[in-house]
């Protein structure tokens, strides 16, 4: 069973940066793709990016690319989204999730963390 947790949220200014990080525990997430999605209030939970198992692979949404970039540290057993730039939009909760059965975008992971607030302010 894979435990994910998400930490490294807050405030932040706009123009500003964060990192968050997504650690495993319980078991590895070095074998398994990883996505980041987020949510704000109101909204449906919209596909941030996502990493392959190795981390030569990586992709974003529109509205991160750019400024979002998503690593990998398998030893460990750690993904973090860097986050540059942001903007209020980016205002929200922010999750990570492992062993995707579609597509990245699609949202279908078998393990997700709690979330983690990232709120930005202009």
């Known amino acids: 069973q894979v435990r994910l947790e998400e930490s490294g949220g807050g405030s932040a200014q706009a123009g500003g940066s964060l990192r968050l990080s997504c650690v495993g525990s319980g078991s590895y997430v070095v074998g398994y793709d990883v996505g980041w999605f987020r949510q704000a209030p109101g909204k449906e939970r919209e596909y941030v990016g996502g990493?392959?198992?190795?981390?030569?692979?990586?992709d974003y949404a529109d509205s991160v690319k750019g400024r979002f970039t998503i690593s990998r540290d398998n030893g460990q057993n750690a993904v973090f989204l860097h986050m540059n730039n942001l903007r209020s939009e980016d205002t929200a909760v922010y999750y990570c999730a492992a062993d995707p059965r579609d597509t990245w975008k699609a949202g279908n992971y078998k393990y997700w963390g709690q979330g983690t607030q990232v709120t930005v302010s202009s």
């Open positions: 990493i392959t198992w190795t981390g030569d692979g990586t």
